[in-house]
């Protein structure tokens, strides 16, 4: 369904389209299963705790550096 650059769509059919195409696009998705979402979930918290403590460690080292050499 391509339309030639001669014609003009107006607001509405290019809005029609827009919708199609993006209807048609979410049918393509692989939608996780609530598995899936759980594990995912799981995975990203873990991921956040361990890079949170890591910046807290080296924060707390910096800290006592900086402390050690401007005394």
């Known amino acids: 369904m391509s339309v030639a650059k001669s014609e003009k769509v107006g607001f509405f059919g290019g809005l029609k389209r827009w ?3 993006v209807w048609g696009e979410l049918k393509k998705v692989h939608w996780p299963t609530k598995k899936e979402i759980v594990v995912y979930t ?3 918290i873990v991921a956040v705790v ?3 403590a ?4 080296a924060d707390l080292g910096i800290s006592y550096l900086m ?3 401007l005394q």
Request: glycine content about 12%; overall charge positive.
């Open 42 to 44: 799981i995975v990203v």
């Open 50 to 52: 361990l890079v949170g």
């Open 54 to 57: 890591g910046i807290w460690i």
């Open 67 to 69: 402390q050690f050499v």
């Open 19 to 21: 919708f199609r195409s």
